[in-house]
């Protein structure tokens, strides 16, 4: 029996490549670097719980207004902590 798994995901990974898109404009020597964008949202994703799901209104169906508002929360200190953490390594790099 062949069963097709490709439906499944991580809901972080949209809500965190939201976010990181959101915010990119606030760090002008990230935004313009796509691969950095891309290693803010890896260490904003490896902050983070995986939270694997099929359908998104599903997951959000079964969650409490309390569990939204701290998921949004967690995502959005993953994120801030993310840019940072990038940051501070790009100029670490160019110092060397």
């Not at 097709?4 to 990230?30: C, G």
């Not at 998921?71 to 060397?96: K, S």
């Amino acid at each position: 029996m062949s069963q097709d798994f490709s439906s499944l995901y991580n809901h972080h990974e949209r809500e965190v490549t939201a976010a990181v898109m959101a915010l990119a404009h606030k760090y002008p020597s990230i935004e313009a670097d796509s691969d950095l964008l891309c290693d803010v949202a890896c260490v904003a994703l490896n902050r983070l719980p995986p939270r694997y799901i099929r359908h998104a209104v599903d997951f959000l169906f079964y969650l409490t207004e309390n569990e939204r508002r701290e998921i949004d929360a967690a995502i959005e200190e993953a994120v801030d902590y993310a840019f940072n953490f990038v940051q501070a390594r790009t100029a670490l790099r160019q110092q060397a």
